[in-house]
């Protein structure tokens, strides 16, 4: 397992933490997932955030047709 360190998707955050790499990284940082205190304010599960979650509509048809 690789890890990689992710940095909040807050801009306004600071925070950043080692993480798991689900997503095989290739550019540095990701900034995909919020911190834990983020999530809290947000009313979100930290441990339920996917890598495909900020993906827009647009891109999400994009790689449906590329599977076809």
Not at 26 to 55: A, H, I, M, R, S
């Amino acid at each position: 397992m690789s890890y990689v360190v992710h940095y909040c998707k807050n801009k306004k955050c600071n925070n950043a933490w080692l993480d798991k790499d689900l997503t095989h990284v290739k550019t540095f940082p990701p900034t995909w997932k919020y911190c834990e205190d983020c999530c809290k304010e947000l009313g979100l599960d930290f441990n339920k955030q996917k890598p495909g979650d900020d993906v827009s509509e647009e891109e999400k048809m994009r790689r449906e047709k590329l599977k076809h």
